[in-house]
T-cell receptor
């Protein structure tokens, strides 16, 4: 089946930038997403990018897509303690959404 | 506008008992998903509905799991009988079209 991979853990200091990476295998993905999950909560859609774009910026969030390498990244500028959560990337093919295993972001004050 | 609503939020049952989860998607969303999220992992699709039709249920353990979406709106997911390994968070999501999927808060099931 299709696969989405993420590193498990990232630790940054407050005020630094965070970069969370994701790789996927399905070349026919139409959209790619970043979701945030705080403890005990559901998944909150943060941002998404269409597969024919290579960058999207939304306030502190920057999504970069390298379609050739099937690599997606999420950059969070000026990371705050409230950004501590698990971040999931997901790819859509048709109406199928496939998720990675999540990256736990820890922000140290 | 209300988001995706799931109930209950938490459920603790003994093994071999039945359990049911309910999902009310965002109004007008034709696509509804049920995902299972095990501890420390990403969500895995159990079943996807387009309106009232289950179009992808290949990952649903059909010997004990069942789902329905009557009238193409609310959906229920049932497990009978529950096993210890079914302990997880069950997430419902809905989508209006190709782009976006919105998730509910999930139901955390603990089977003891």
């Amino acid at each position: 089946g299709e696969d989405v991979e993420q590193s498990l853990f990232l630790s940054v200091r407050e005020g630094d930038s965070s970069v969370i990476n994701c790789t996927y295998t399905d070349s026919s993905s139409t959209y790619l997403y970043w979701y945030k999950q705080e403890p005990g909560a559901g998944l909150q859609l943060l941002t998404y990018i269409f597969s024919n774009m290579d960058m999207k910026q939304d306030q502190r969030l920057t999504v970069l897509l390298n379609k050739k390498d099937k690599h997606l990244s999420l950059r969070i500028a000026d990371t705050q303690t409230g950004d501590s959560a698990i971040y999931f990337c997901a790819e859509r093919t048709g109406n199928m959404l496939t998720f990675g295993g999540g990256t736990r972001l820890m922000v140290k004050p | 506008e209300a988001g995706v609503v799931q109930s209950p939020r938490y459920k603790i049952i003994e093994k071999k008992q039945p359990v049911a989860f309910w999902c009310n998607p965002i109004s007008g969303h034709n696509t509804l998903y049920w995902y299972r999220q095990n501890l420390g992992q990403g969500p895995e699709l159990l079943i996807r509905y387009e309106n009232e039709e289950a179009v992808d249920d290949s990952q649903l353990p059909k010997d004990r799991f069942s789902a329905e979406r009557l009238k193409g709106v609310d959906s229920t997911l049932k497990i009978q009988p529950a096993e210890l390994g079914d302990s997880a968070v069950y997430l419902c999501a809905s989508s209006p079209a190709v782009r976006l999927a919105f998730f509910g808060q999930g139901t955390r099931l603990t089977v003891v």
